[in-house]
């Protein structure tokens, strides 16, 4: 069974622009969750979707959006870049929520400049 | 507030020595608590969650809930044990984890 995929694997974007990543979960697996990387404040938990709809966000402000299509495959769209939003960013699937484990992908290398 | 808590940002040991890797956390309700490793150039992937109560690759985990722990323990580590450790909180019904610091072991032979 292919793993979860992540593209671009690495992006390079200018302060203001926006970007979307992309993440494509295990085949039959229906949540995807969203997760930031940084030196300073480690891994934090940006949303999760299931089904198309957005069950959980966490702390992050509104130019940080996603979604899900009806594959279950997943994009986040961040707005207005910051230098500050320079992170790898990681996306996990899980079948559905409850117990069952989270597999994650090779993440997204984002650099602000 | 649900915050894990990872003391350690290094732990170095010998080959063949016993390793604790420390987790602490906070947490109103019934924990859910996983040990998840990312060995170098690899992915995050899952060691093991306290729920299955078992043994992965020698590394076992109790939740001490009087003391709010879940350190990670193996009683002789190997090189390949070598690898950044993350401890985490499953928060509420869906798949939030909230993640610590994390803890690099370093295993020298």
């Known amino acids: 069974k292919a793993g979860v995929t992540q593209t671009p694997r690495y992006l390079i974007k200018t302060r203001g622009q926006q970007v979307t990543l992309s993440c494509s979960p295990i085949?039959?697996?229906?949540?995807v969750s969203w997760y930031q990387q940084t030196p300073g404040q480690g891994l934090q938990f940006l949303f999760e979707y299931f089904s198309e709809t957005q069950r959980n966000k966490g702390n992050f402000p509104g130019r940080f959006s996603g979604r899900q299509f009806s594959n279950s495959r997943s994009e986040m769209n961040v707005s207005t870049l910051e230098l500050g939003d320079s992170a790898l960013y990681l996306c996990a699937s899980s079948f559905v929520a409850g117990g069952y484990e989270q597999y994650f992908g090779p993440g997204t290398r984002l650099t602000v400049t | 507030a649900q915050r894990v808590t990872q003391p350690e940002k290094l732990l170095s040991v010998f080959k063949g020595a016993p390793v604790e890797l420390k987790c602490n956390y906070s947490y109103s309700g019934s924990p859910e608590l996983f040990w998840y490793v990312q060995y170098s150039r690899q992915r995050l992937q899952l060691l093991l969650r306290?729920?299955s109560r078992e043994s992965i690759k020698g590394f076992t985990a109790d939740l001490n809930k009087g003391e709010t722990s879940f350190h990670l323990k193996k009683p002789f580590a190997q090189e390949e044990d070598s690898a950044m450790y993350y401890c985490?909180?499953?928060?509420?019904?869906?798949?939030?984890?909230?993640f610590g610091a994390g803890t690099r072991l370093a295993v020298h032979p």
């Open positions: 985490a909180l499953r928060s509420g019904g869906y798949n939030k984890l909230i």
């Open positions: 085949s039959g697996h229906r949540s």
């Open positions: 306290h729920i």
